[in-house]
């Protein structure tokens, strides 16, 4: 699915005088030819690339001509998975992922509360493996440092949360269902109730402005496309269809959305309705491993009573594909815990048995996050085409020694997290994104994070980190031309500062200009024409 918005570009840019990655690294480059350091642009496509000497011919024909001084041009970065307002409403509001203890916590949602003034407060970000206390917040203390107000701060994972008093009185039924805490820590089914209350608190003008922080952050970090992650649980139909018109309407990243609600529940039409690429994305299998909730075949190392959750069962997983599949869109599933990636695996083979393992291929059906694969679960889903949508700032944030995969699943476990060299030789196609807010927006973090994975034999080279972060995003979603830099390919790319070892410098690159479709949606003024 090629996309072209409605604000496409129209001149014609001659880049002269720098390094053109047509792959996004040196090591991608062709061997026997030398390294392009020109390229024209007709409109919305790539017209022409080559040397500055061959340039001459294209300088009478260019509306702009743009000296790069020797900077970078790649294709342009792909996230795919973010959740847009979320990560809008953190960029502009309560960040608790600077909180290194509970007590730096308490102060940030004060400090707060001061300024929203008895406004409803949605905070982002705690998580409690990294406090000295070990612990998160209390409703009482959160009571206690927002003067009452209506609270929801969501953990890292957005598989649990710590809301106020206030606001756990919004939805009194809620005491009845699983995952409710008296503490004011809310899991599963009660932690998906309050979070759909505490988004009804967004107005439609604070969403848009969250739209428009997202798309813009990620076009400064030379992202030109955006895959969105929608569903009833986690944002609203509402939500999606605003982010998808403001795609098309305004410059700035490429979204592509998918809707996270099963067939049957309407979840195919609604994605068709909406324009979603699928019914697919976080439609929840299970919960996160930070949460105690991601479904694992033995329990936690620190609760041995639990070994977490599974929400769907094996049967609506496989007619979810089916229905999918017989609408012609994409299905998938957040799915984390081993356990959890059995039911599905076994799911897709069960859909593969009704219609065909052809008809199962031709989807690229998707599997969000995919932590905690082992051989048969790699070997299936090559057999099967299916896509590992992943994000490598996890295993930079918990796959260290003695980090959050340790502390809830003990090493042996947490050695075999985040399986990329694994999927990348059995040829699974590997998507790389943030999960934003849950990681930051920060593809060269993401990039540097997989080619120094905690486990050495996950590590992936820079050339095939850097392809996961852009052309697998395309590949995704169905779109074969993007995502390289190459005559007739749509003009999708980033300027950047710094022109070797990418991802061993001791700063990461910094994004000069960022072109979507032809058009220009970021721009430092750090590079110019003449």
């Known amino acids: 699915m090629t996309r072209t918005p409605n604000w496409r570009g129209s001149r014609r840019v001659l880049l002269t005088g720098g390094v053109i990655l047509r792959d996004g690294t040196p090591a991608g480059q062709p061997a026997t030819n030398p390294v392009p350091t020109a390229m024209f642009i007709d ?276 007619d979810h594909v089916t229905a999918c599949i017989d609408a012609g869109i994409q299905a998938g599933f957040h799915v984390i815990g081993d356990r959890a990636t059995d039911v599905i695996m076994a799911a897709m083979m069960g859909a593969a048995a009704q219609l065909g393992v052809d008809a199962v291929r031709l989807g690229r059906h998707r599997l969000e996050h995919a932590e905690m694969l082992d051989s048969a679960h790699i070997a299936g889903m090559s057999r099967l085409g299916m896509t590992a949508s992943v994000q490598p700032m996890f295993d930079g944030l918990w796959g260290s020694a003695g980090g959050m995969y340790e502390q809830r699943l003990g090493a042996a476990r947490a050695q075999n997290m985040n399986s990329f060299a694994d999927l990348q030789t059995a040829g699974v196609l590997t998507a790389f994104g943030s999960d934003s807010p849950v990681t930051d927006l920060g593809p060269w973090q993401a990039v540097r994070s997989a080619v120094h994975h905690h486990q050495p034999g996950q590590r992936l080279s820079e050339h095939a980190a850097f392809a996961a972060h852009s052309r697998a995003g395309w590949l995704a979603v169905g779109d074969e031309r993007s995502g390289t830099l190459a005559t007739g390919a749509p003009a999708h790319y980033a300027i950047w500062d710094i022109a070797a070892d990418l991802t061993g410098a001791a700063s990461l690159p910094r994004a000069l200009r960022t072109v979507v479709a032809g058009a220009v949606v970021y721009d430092t003024q750090e590079v110019g024409g003449t």
């Open 43 to 318: 409109g919305h496509e790539i017209a022409w690339i080559g040397s500055d000497a061959d340039a001459q011919r294209h300088l009478d024909d260019a509306d702009e001509h743009v000296p790069l001084g020797g900077a970078v041009v790649t294709p342009g970065f792909v996230d795919a998975h973010v959740h847009a307002t979320s990560t809008g409403l953190t960029l502009a509001g309560l960040d608790l992922t600077r909180a290194n203890s509970l007590g730096e916590a308490l102060t940030l949602v004060e400090a707060a509360a001061r300024t929203a003034r008895g406004a409803p407060l949605l905070g982002h970000g705690w998580d409690e493996t990294r406090w000295p206390e070990g612990r998160p917040p209390t409703s009482t203390e959160v009571d206690r440092a927002s003067y009452g107000s209506l609270v929801y701060l969501s953990r890292i994972d957005v598989h649990s949360a710590v809301i106020s008093s206030a606001l756990i009185a919004e939805v009194p039924t809620a005491r009845e269902l699983d995952g409710f805490g008296a503490d004011g820590v809310m899991s599963r089914a009660a932690h998906h109730a309050y979070r759909e209350v505490a988004l009804r608190l967004i107005g439609s003008a604070q969403q848009e402005q969250a739209h428009r922080l997202t798309r813009g952050r990620a076009a400064s970090l030379g992202i030109v496309s955006l895959h969105e992650m929608a569903g009833p649980a986690i944002s609203s139909s509402q939500d999606l269809r605003s982010l998808l018109g403001l795609s098309e309407e305004e410059p700035g990243p490429l979204v592509y959305g998918y809707w996270g609600e099963l067939a049957e529940s309407g979840g195919v039409e609604q994605a068709m309705e909406l324009g979603a690429v699928g019914a697919a994305g976080d439609l929840f299998i299970d919960g996160a491993i930070g949460s105690r909730t991601a479904c694992l075949r033995h329990v936690y190392l620190d609760s041995q009573d639990s070994s977490g959750a599974q929400y769907l069962t094996e049967e609506q997983v496989r």
